[in-house]
Structure formats: C-alpha cells, structure tokens
C-alpha cells in the first residue's frame, strides 16, 4: 500500500476580547497549506472580519493574506449560503470557500455555550430552535419524537471559557494495486466522532465501511447502515447534492455527508499515480 496524498482540517472556535468569536479553520495537504478566519460579534453573529491565509501552495511558497469583502457584514448562522456563493466568485478558488463554511459550522456549532448573549431565554428555547430549523434534514431531526430533549446532559452545553469548539477532519488515498485505492475519511469534534473507508477500483466503490463511533444521541448511529448505498458508485466529480441523495438526505447525517464528499475532492490526484 502506498500513501498517495492526505490533507487535514481543524477548526477552532474562541471568544475573544471586545465581545467577539475567532473562528479559523486551517488547512492541510501534501500540496497546500491555508486557512480562513472569521472575526463575529458574540450577540449577533456578524461577521465583522474576513481574512484568507495563504502559507503554501502548489505554484508558491510564502505567507500572504487577502480580506473577502462579501463576507463582511453577514451573519455567520443557518442561511449563509448566499453569501458563501458571492465568495465563491469573488475568490474563484472551491477549497477557500470551503474553508469559511468550516469556520461558520464551528460558530453554530459553538452558539449552544452563548444562550444568554444570543438571547435564548433557556436551554429549552435553543432547542426548540433547532427542532424548527433542523426538522428533516438528518436523522436526528427526521425522527423527533424519538428524542427526549428533556433528558438531553446540561453540561453539555456549559463551556464559560476556552475553546467553545474544536473539529478535526482527515482523508488519505493510498494506492493498493493495479487500479485500485483506499480513501480514508475521519471527522471527530466536541460531539461527533465518525469516518468512512472505501476500497475503490478507479473510482468506483466496490467496498464501503465506517460509522460512528462518538454521537450526540442514539439515533445518529442509525445513518451508518446507508454507507452501503455507495457500492458501485462512480465517486470522481460526483456533485455533493448527488452524495446526500445516495446516503439518506434526511434520513442520513449531515456529517457523514460531508466527509464523503470531502473524500471525492481528492479523486482527481489519482492521475498522480498512473
């Protein structure tokens, strides 16, 4: 077996003086090394600054920086996907964009230790937030009336200082023989722990595994059993709303979503190995 290429992402939320997160998501390949910062108010989730570093690339070596202007002024919350499409076109480049949507999940991931600045007037309030704009769109939120949100641990959501949120990501390729691969994919965070391993002829899966190991409620575990959805598919330049349809969409995980479509990014280094 033979290591062919391998990136990680880690994202980390933190409040800051003044009122404000710093949200930055920082990035790592066998070619390239960047990350996305976001600077948001802790009451309003407004994004009062956004920078790209850029510490490594394919063409260059060397630290610079660029302000993404169309970020600038947005709520860094559920609906930011406009905004994500402006600067998509203003920086013409999918990995950076991917970056700040990164950093944005951390802040709605962190948002359950700010009730008070976000102007929940309990826990219960949050929660009912979520049951409205979460309904249907995994598993989880598909089947609520089999969750005992009352029975949900309180001190999970009491994190007065320190890093409010912390998510790694991880997928390697690695060639195992004649037209054949692994491509690995591990997400772990403050509440999820999951991962996807796929032995592929070409691009086509012809073995899928994986699950999770780490979930907030029992009912998340349920998504693994889609995985076997994948056999037989052509994974190379497969379009992340094709991968949700074929893992459950809302009877999936958003998480496990990603992850494989993460993992199909990387498909067009197999060319590096032929």
Known sequence: MKSLF????????NRTTNRQLKSKTSYLDTQREAAACLL???????????????????????SRSRQV??????????????????TAAFLDDPLAVALFAESIKGIIQAERFLLEERGYASLEDFFLMWRKNGLNSCCLYSNLDRVAFNK???????????????????????????????????????????????????????????GFVRAPNPICP??????????????????????????????????????????????SYLQLSR
């Open 40 to 62: 948001v108010d802790t009451n309003t989730f407004i994004i009062g600054d956004a920078v790209l570093e850029e510490q490594r690339s394919f063409e260059s070596i060397g």
């Open 152 to 210: 949900i641990d309180r001190g999970d959501y009491l994190r007065p200082e320190g890093n409010l949120f912390v998510r790694f990501k991880t997928q390697n390729l690695y060639r195992l023989g004649q037209e054949q691969y692994l491509l690995t994919g591990y997400f772990s965070d403050s509440r999820h722990e999951t991962s996807v391993i796929l032995k592929l002829k070409g691009t086509t899966v012809i073995e899928a595994d994986g």
């Open 69 to 86: 202007a169309p970020l600038i002024g947005s709520q860094a919350h559920l609906g930011a996907g406009p905004n994500l499409k402006k």
């Open 6 to 13: 391998q990136c990680n992402w880690y994202t980390e939320v």
């Open 222 to 267: 349920e998504a693994d059993i889609v995985l076997s959805n994948l056999l037989g598919v052509d994974l190379k330049g497969l379009a992340k709303k094709e991968i949700a349809a074929i893992l459950g969409k809302g009877q999936g995980c958003v998480h496990m979503i990603d992850l494989v479509n993460d993992c199909t990014q990387i498909l």
